[in-house]
């Protein structure tokens, strides 16, 4: 019962175990990882070539053994970028983007870049651009005249101004960016490229984005084509000017602005067209670049639309130079091998060519993971796996969340109504209940069958959900026992994955999405909150029912703290945060021992941590030691940005997302059935000792996960679903035994 004395004389070797325990971990988990990238500390070049060739797909790669690209790709590192941008996807945003090292958007007229000296609407560029921002444009220089709008339009929907990085740390030291090519037809712009390069004036040094780039060819979509030798001139002239030059053939968008008027099988060929163009283009470039001492990236912003449509968002990437040994591309924001972002790229060009990286940027230097055998299939299936994780995971957590929901308001409306139910409604509802528990670990092990639609995957998992309800509720009676195992086993599976690299989590409709971008490693959100409400439900039901599980609890939130707190395992900021205040909470209201101990234990927790976040073991960092090294370093308008981010996610959701509903639902019912006890709910208090701490610890992670998270409504959705379960099935429960003994 609470506050009854231990009465062991034990706790010494426990407060030792424990206090091991917490550096094993934090050995442990600063070791995840190494050795899985290479050396980051690559720098020192001359020059570096983006050669973009939009609406690329990993197909156009693989059916093409002999080309350019390939010879390239053999020579250096492939990958799966991510194209996610601050607003869609579309290629004022991914340019952007690009350049930016941040995810940003763009504006209405961003893909016009000019010369300086031209004419535009009956006007000189440069006096346009003066009265538009107040500048001089440099003589020479190629501008973006809607520089001012694209800052508005970051500053408004985003909180950020920040635009050109690349541009603006070459110009600070004294060197030049330089943009060659266009996808311009019919007098219409489309000179998005600039938007890499641009400093944040708006201003390229060095462009060259003329008509003489294109010629007239009725037989080619838009009627007009690339001129492959004078881009390669105006490449080569490029060379001596400048120190990083972005290529643009433009063909792909060209194509792809005719798509709706192609037959598919004429929009494939053409396609086809365009990348033997731009391989030809791409073979120019080779014959004049030293890969011993410059780089070379091929990059496509935005994915073919047929790709889009498939869930294909991730596009293929290329880079080879010093010390890009032949592999699969990573980087430290994703820990994926294969897989990295486009706000990796600002800061990968400026490592390179020596500029250092600027404060503030998310992004980091690409890697590459050395020779892997099959990486094309690797990727293909990559890419397939996470198309299908994509597309299934909106309708199975609605549809979960929508059974939640219903359920939930269901049996709380009966048992609150009604002074006793059928024997077949209690039997029922219990099950549901108990199903709603199940779903996250079926959820979890739907990788496993590797469902390729969305229907099959929704059977998968209601089969697999039904067989772990069946099986529970077949061979365990209790139901606090039942809602104990199911609990305690999905949160130990989502441990040993999580120590593993996460490779259930990774393809789980209910883990982090590759395709979304919002995290690539450890566990995500909803995840977070499933192993911390979880792990309330299992450790303190366990302890009530078995009273010597009391160490074996104390350990097991301790390791999910450090699980969620780790770099190299959990890496989530909020979850840990939510641990920290949870679980010493949990422990304090069911612990026979005094809250000092209590306290002392959480404080050992705290230290680790911190060491886990702060100390740098094996160069791998974390949200929390990059907040906290933010906050150090006295950079609060940052801080401010990311509460402004995570304020705003947050509001958002409240609004549109269902994880709200089921959020407000589980918490609404939790607290009526508990500081608003009927006769039968007080029964059941007292029958259940521990239930009033479940439930109240319950409710107060779910809401600090909701304030600590920027998808916080989903963390606190998540958090809540176990105990409102519990407390509704031990309700009908007492029904039935009320029932039968009338």
């Not at 390669?232 to 060379?239: E, T």
């Not at 061979?475 to 599976?493: D, H, L, M, P, Q």
């Not at 549109?656 to 709910?681: D, E, F, H, N, Q």
Request: net charge positive.
């Amino acid at each position: 019962m609470l506050g009854e004395k231990d009465g062991s004389g034990k706790q010494g070797p426990r407060m030792i175990a424990v206090a091991g325990l917490a550096i094993l971990l934090f050995l442990a988990g600063n070791g995840i990882g190494k050795g899985e990238f290479a050396d980051a500390s690559a720098t020192g070049g001359e020059l570096v070539t983006l050669v973009i060739i939009n609406r690329l797909s990993l197909e156009n790669l693989m059916d093409r053994p002999s080309s350019c690209l390939q010879n390239l790709a053999s020579r250096g590192a492939i990958g799966l970028m991510n194209t996610r941008t601050g607003g869609g996807l579309t290629a004022e945003n991914a340019y952007t983007t690009l350049g930016g090292g941040l995810r940003l958007v763009g504006g209405a007229e961003a893909k016009i870049a000019l010369p300086a000296q031209a004419e535009h609407g009956g006007e000189l560029v440069r006096d346009v651009y003066r009265r538009r921002t107040g500048w001089e444009a440099a003589p020479g220089a190629l501008v973006v005249l809607d520089i001012e709008n694209i800052k508005a339009n970051n500053l408004a929907s985003l909180g950020v101004d920040r635009v050109g990085t690349i541009g603006e740390a070459l110009g600070r030291k004294g060197k030049a960016a330089a943009v060659i090519g266009n996808a311009d037809y019919d007098g219409e712009y489309q000179r998005w490229a600039a938007l890499i390069a641009m400093d944040a004036r708006g201003q390229v040094p060095v462009g060259h984005v003329g008509s003489d780039l294109y010629r007239v060819d009725p037989a080619f979509p838009t009627g007009y084509r690339a001129n492959l030798e004078a881009l390669g001139d105006a490449y080569l002239a490029a060379r001596s000017l400048a120190q990083f030059i972005v290529v643009d053939l433009g063909d792909m968008d060209r194509v792809e602005a005719e798509r709706k008027q192609l037959r598919p099988s004429r929009y494939q060929n053409y396609r086809q067209e365009a990348m033997d163009g731009a391989d030809a283009l791409l073979e120019q470039i080779l014959q004049a670049v030293d890969l011993a001492r410059e780089w070379v990236l091929v990059v496509s912003p935005l994915p073919a639309s047929h790709e889009i449509a498939q869930g294909r968002l991730l596009t293929p990437i290329i880079a080879a130079g010093p010390r890009i040994a032949p592999g699969l591309l990573t980087s430290q924001t994703t820990r994926r091998p294969g897989v990295v972002t486009n706000y990796d790229i600002a800061p990968t060009v400026l490592t390179w060519l020596e500029m250092g990286r600027p404060p503030g940027l998310p992004g980091a230097l690409l890697t590459s993971t050395g020779g892997i055998p099959g990486r094309y299939s690797y990727l293909q299936d990559l890419l397939r796996r996470s198309a299908g994780t994509y597309q299934q995971r909106s309708p199975l957590l609605k549809a979960f969340v929508s059974l939640e929901i219903i359920v939930y308001l269901t049996v709380f409306g009966l048992v609150v109504v009604f002074p006793s139910l059928p024997r077949d409604w209690t039997g029922f509802l219990s099950f549901t209940l108990l199903f709603i528990a199940a779903t996250p670990l079926a959820l979890l092990l739907l990788p496993l069958l590797q469902p390729v639609t969305v229907q099959v995957a929704f059977l998968y998992a209601l089969a697999l959900a039904v067989l772990i309800t069946g099986f529970t509720q077949r061979w365990v009676k209790s139901t606090e026992n039942r809602y104990a195992i199911i609990c305690g086993v999905t949160a130990f599976a989502l441990a040993i994955d999580t120590c593993v690299g996460g490779p259930l989590i990774r393809f789980s409709p209910l883990g982090y999405d590759v395709m979304l971008g919002a995290r690539f490693y450890g566990i995500g959100n909803e995840y977070m909150g499933i192993l911390i409400g979880s792990s309330l439900v299992a450790a303190l039901a366990a302890r009530e029912r078995w009273p010597q599980a009391s160490a074996i609890a104390l350990i097991w939130f301790l390791i999910v703290t450090l699980l969620l707190a780790a770099p190299g395992l959990g890496a989530n900021a909020g979850g840990t945060i939510t641990a920290l205040i949870a679980f010493p909470l949990a422990w304090g209201l069911v612990s026979r021992e005094k809250w000092l101990r209590t306290i002392i234990v959480g404080g050992i927790v705290f230290m680790a941590v911190l060491g886990l976040n702060v100390l740098p073991v094996a160069g791998v960092g974390s949200h929390v030691g990059r907040a906290l090294k933010i906050a150090m370093e006295g950079n609060w308008l940052v801080i401010l940005q990311i509460m402004q981010r995570k304020m705003s996610m947050n509001w958002k959701l409240m609004r549109y997302s269902i994880w709200s509903k089921g959020l407000l639902v589980a918490l609404g019912v939790m607290a009526l059935l508990v500081y608003r006890p009927t006769p039968v709910v007080q029964a059941v208090m007292e029958e259940h000792p521990t239930a009033r701490s479940i439930v109240f610890s319950t409710i107060v992670a779910s809401i600090v996960a909701l304030v600590f998270n920027d998808s916080g409504v989903v963390a606190g959705g998540t958090t809540s679903v176990y105990a409102a379960g519990l407390i509704l099935s031990l309700i009908l429960e007492q029904r039935a035994e009320l029932k039968k003994q009338c």
